[in-house]
């Protein structure tokens, strides 16, 4: 059974550009999450979609970040405009319980 | 609010050698804990879980952890080091079982050496 995969694996966008990561969660996941992952630190939850609700966004900077999961399967994460802070691993995971499994992550560097 | 601890960014050990990771957590409900492992250009693999009964805690890999409420601690351990081990560990905590609502540390680096 695959994974929750993620595209791209890494990123690379001038300051201010926009950028968009794609997330595949593992098929019957209802559960979907977006993760941030600065260097040397944990992940911290971006947003939790439970189908295709999102239904803890609180730390998600709305400003210039933006989410969704149509038709509750596959989400997509956008930065809008990307900033230099915004260098980091973005990271997906689905959930069916008591486990989230983890894609590889997207890469992404602001310069 | 919850928290977690994890005392040590960097821990190395001899191949065979014993593992221990440290981690400590702060909960104002009855925790839920939660111990994950990184490879290089890898996402988190769940290790093991604390929810609930037996306070030993067995996982894959070998390794296992103890909650210890008095302690407020949920140390990692594994009896016998080995290459394959070197990754990046994070401790997290829940307020539910479940994998939602989680907070992990900043990670210890287990680098293991010949």
Redesign the interface.
């Known amino acids: 059974e695959a994974?929750?995969v993620q595209s791209p694996r890494y990123k690379i966008i001038e300051k201010k550009q926009p950028v968009a990561f794609w997330c595949n969660p593992i098929s019957g996941h209802n559960?979907l999450?977006w993760y941030l992952q600065n260097l040397?630190?944990?992940?911290?939850?971006l947003i939790?979609y439970e189908n295709e609700e999102a239904v803890?966004d609180s730390q998600l900077p709305k400003d210039r970040f933006s989410a969704e999961r149509l038709k509750g399967v596959d989400s997509t994460l956008k930065i809008q405009p990307a900033e230099l802070g915004d260098s980091a691993v973005y990271?997906c995971?689905s959930?069916a319980?008591?486990?989230?499994?983890?894609?590889?992550?997207t890469r992404l560097t602001v310069v | 609010a919850q928290s977690v601890t994890q005392l040590g960014s960097h821990v190395s050990v001899s191949e065979g050698a014993l593992v221990l990771l440290r981690c400590n957590y702060s909960s104002s409900v009855p925790p839920y804990l939660f111990w994950y492992v990184q490879y290089p250009n890898q996402g988190l693999q769940l290790l093991l879980k604390y929810t609930t009964g037996a306070t030993l805690v067995k996982g894959i890999n070998g390794f296992e952890a103890e909650f210890k409420k008095s302690e407020t601690s949920f140390h990692l351990t594994k009896p016998s080091a080995h290459m394959s081990d070197a990754a990046e560990y994070f401790c997290a905590v829940s307020r539910t079982g479940t994998a939602s609502k989680l907070t992990f540390g900043t990670g210890t680096r287990l680098q293991v050496t010949l």
């Open positions: 994974g929750v559960t999450y040397g630190q944990g992940p911290e939850l939790r803890d990271l995971a959930s319980g008591t486990e989230a499994f983890f894609g590889q992550g």
